[in-house]
């Protein structure tokens, strides 16, 4: 059973943008904070940002700050989603990214998250 669903990667140039969204559209993580990694081929997976349910706390890699802008929409009547702006891109953020959830931001630290979506892939081109 898929409970998030990523969209909007694809191919872009470098210095393009693209724009990732995740949906929770059960609304089945209501209160969890929710994010996005990457795992680049030969790669370990890592971190590239947070956004929490309430507070507007974000958080951001240092390999993205200034370049991305993560972004909840949680209305009580709306679908629970969160989204990545990717401004600039390089090479180096070719990755299949995956939208994430938990209950505990700390868990963002550590990589062991308690929902996982399926990924979607941003190839940059040079």
């Known amino acids: 059973q898929v409970q998030l669903v990523e969209s909007g990667g694809g191919l872009v140039q470098a210095g393009g943008s693209l724009r990732l969204s995740c949906i929770d559209s059960?609304?089945?993580?209501?209160?969890?904070?929710m994010g996005w990694f990457r795992q680049a081929p030969g790669r370990e997976r890592e971190f590239v940002a947070l956004a929490s349910w309430v507070g507007g706390i974000t958080i951001y890699a240092d390999s993205v700050k200034g370049r991305f802008t993560i972004s909840r929409d949680n209305a009580k009547n709306a679908k629970n989603t969160v989204n990545l702006q990717m401004n600039s891109l390089e090479p180096e953020d070719t990755a299949v990214y995956y939208c994430?959830?938990?209950?505990?931001?700390?868990?963002?630290?550590?990589?062991?998250?308690?929902?996982w979506g399926q990924g979607t892939l941003v190839t940059v081109s040079s």
């Open positions: 994430a959830a938990d209950r505990k931001i700390a868990s963002f630290s550590g990589g062991e998250l308690e929902v």
């Open positions: 059960g609304r089945t993580f209501s209160g969890y904070t």
